[in-house]
């Protein structure tokens, strides 16, 4: 498979640069300024782009992604929607990966078939499904792989090394590793077990790995990103598009506090190789 | 009945009921289940295990729990005889100690040192409030907003024991919004925490476990009535929430053809209110939530609708999987019942028979009044009176007028 996420990692790799991966909630505040929000990311420096796909009852979520979500499914937001804002992506940006991420129930009542055809066509390179674990790869992952789309997996400092192997072996694109037991918008509590968590993994696997949850600053990012082949940031993206609201209405700094941020996270993680 | 085509052969080893139940959960917490359901097999080949928990229902809980001839009911209803198993005069007040005793004792073989529930109507969440006192071990209980207003005496009750009590207000404040809670801070505590879900619903091996620690009801009510009538009932009726008093009732008789299976969903408004009920068989379609695929209450984009109940216990959008599975196999009958018609049956429980039922108990009730009077008078139909309607004495007295 050679997906936009493997031709992405590569030539990171050939720049010795690891992986901003920035998350936003797809719909959120509203479909336009959602949109708009989308489009800025790969010129703030985002290298890849998690589609939040909005979900009622978000297990492993914090408050501010649960915010974030309720804000898009009342502007109306959809599973087609989502992949709608894919696509008009893709009509100007046809190397950014886009991983969508969400829970299963939404794919599932879509029809797992007409979704991985829809999502192909609309341009989504993988997806990061947080309550399918390999145990039910037979309900989408494996369809999902045979049609050419990545399936990432989170792995999580309880997924021992005996584990690993059952978590790892359909997973493609790159691993992402949940720092801490917890929910999204927790803070890390030890950055060294980060980059001791990180080798574990990397002694099982040739795919990137990322590190996401809990990581909020430019210091994070280059402390983080030291340590692996990226970071995924998610929580205060989401937050800064919900202080920038009045009423809860978009207001003309949403798009650019979401910008300005992912661009100061970005500058932070270019310290980190250096 | 061979074991082949038993209807008690569920779960499979990956947890399925038919294309029901499974392991829908994140990575975090996959080894944790994974562990407990080995745990779950070593305590149930453990004699010391079983004993230590019959010790407990005998003399904790106060097994077995009678059956009961509700003769005026029975007379008033001019059908069926109407027999009650009496879940009700348990310690605590409802048939959910059965499963929170195997659960504790599991907790503890575990190793564990914290315990958190989610409830609805707190019922599930004294009797883990209960069971942790006893056990000396802390726990949290989540309570959706809604819930702790509508089941104050419940409230009560758990902070007594020493229970923390975390309101939720995600959401309509209701069960669901508890459970999500639950399971939020069950993957930030893998490590300390126990997770004592209160139904037989949730990822495997929860919906088996929880059904095995209440089908002590079914198993109790079927020798019982054999020495009182010396046969089999023709019916036997319960409410289903997430269905843990319905299955521990229905599982003994899941493989008699001759017995009838209801179970009364709640009907809230009425099923053609859209939103207006929590009746997730009658008015809803599989899909995926907590841990297990079942049928389940959402809009066609796979969002999870609120439902209503004017009983909190049963005020939730899924049921557990194995009921899903009985409902598609025609094995079981389930039916919606209005919050009037529980309404209705708490009060003639109450006048008739000196017993005052929980709000989800008059739904199975309700049911049992429909189904007597088109029963001969020589046939028995068996309800699982699951809990005391303490707990809603101040509510059902709002609805009456009763109170200002
Ligand atoms: C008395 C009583 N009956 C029934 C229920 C519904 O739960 P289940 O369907 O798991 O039996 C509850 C839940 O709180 C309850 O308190």
Redesign the interface.
Known sequence: MNTRIDRRFAELKAQNRPALAAYVMGGDPDLATSQAILNALPQAGADIIELGLP????????VAI?MGAQRA?KAGQ??LGVLGMVEEFRRKDDTTPIVLMG????????GVERFIAAAKQAGIDGLII???????DDELCIPALEAGLNFI????????DK?LPT?LANTSGFVYY?SM???TG?AIKSRGAVGEAVQRIKAHTELPVIVGFGIKTADDAAEIGRHADGIAVGTVLVNAVATSLEDGKATDKTVGAVRDLVAELAGGLQRARS | MDRINSLRNGPDE?GRFGIYG???????????ILDLEREYRAAKQDPAYAAELKHLATHYTGRPSPLYFAERLTAHLGGAKVWFKREELNHTGSHKINNCLGQILLAKRMGKTRVIAETGAGQHGVATATVCAKFDLPCTIFMGATDVERQMPNVLRMKMLGAEVRPVT??AGTL?DAM?EA??DW?????STYYLIGTAAGPHPYPEMVRDFQSVIGTELKEQFREAEGKLPDAVVACVGGGSNAIGTFHAFLDEPDVAIYGAEAGGHGIETENGHAASMTGGRP?????N?TY?L?D?????LEGHSISAGLDYPGVGPEHSYLHDTKRVTYAPITDNEALDAFQLCTKMEGIIPALESAHGLAQVIKLAPTMRKDQSVVLCLSGRGDKDVESVGKYLGLLK
């Open positions: 979900f009622s009852d978000p297990m492993a979520d914090g649960q499914l959809t599973l829970y299963y129930n939404p794919i599932y009542i879509f947080v309550d399918l674990p390999a145990e039910e997996r989170l792995t999580t400092p309880t997924t021992d584990r978590v949940v037991t917890g929910i927790g | 990956h499974g392991r829908f959960v994140a990575e975090t917490l996959m080894p944790l995600a959401g669901k999500n399971l939020r993957v930030t505590n893998v490590d899909g995926v939530l907590h841990g695929r389940l959402q066609g984009d796979g969002q999870i």
